[in-house]
């Protein structure tokens, strides 16, 4: 085997959970190859350098071996080689920590409790300083 779908090869190694996904990922101009978007079709080879972009991280992985069947998380690291950036990782970091409220993913909408809260934190009460009464005049 020379020369795989990258949709087949990028599910096959678990970068996307379904094919499908993999596919739509490719249709979306979230992966690239050398800065160009590529198709689902496209054929890739040993040693060729594959962009993810999961925003607002771009993930890049070097394909070392080729596959078409789906593996186990063990074997994952024999078939690519993560080479993404540091800086990357730094990105991803950043956003995590940059929300002023830390909500767990999966918890809903805020109940009405966590929303007056929430507005007290947000608004400001400058209309005390900023203003003068006319009492003061």
């Known amino acids: 085997m020379e020369e795989v779908r990258i949709d087949k090869w990028m599910w096959a ?81 950043l956003s995590r920590i940059s929300g002023f409220v830390d909500r767990a993913k999966g918890l809903g909408r805020p109940t009405k409790k966590e929303r007056r809260e929430l507005e007290q934190f947000t608004s400001l009460d400058i209309t005390d300083d900023f203003f003068w009464n006319d009492e003061e005049l």
Do not use: H, Q, W
């Open 13 to 93: 190694t678990r970068i996307f959970k379904t094919r499908t996904i993999a596919a739509d990922a490719c249709k979306k101009n979230r992966i690239a190859m050398g800065g160009v978007n590529v198709k689902p079709s496209r054929m890739i080879k040993v040693g060729d350098i594959i962009e993810v972009r999961k925003p607002p991280v771009t993930f890049s992985f070097k394909v070392l071996r080729l596959t078409e069947n789906r593996m186990g998380a063990k074997l994952v690291p024999e078939y690519l080689e993560n080479v993404t950036p540091p800086e990357e990782y730094e990105k991803l970091e």
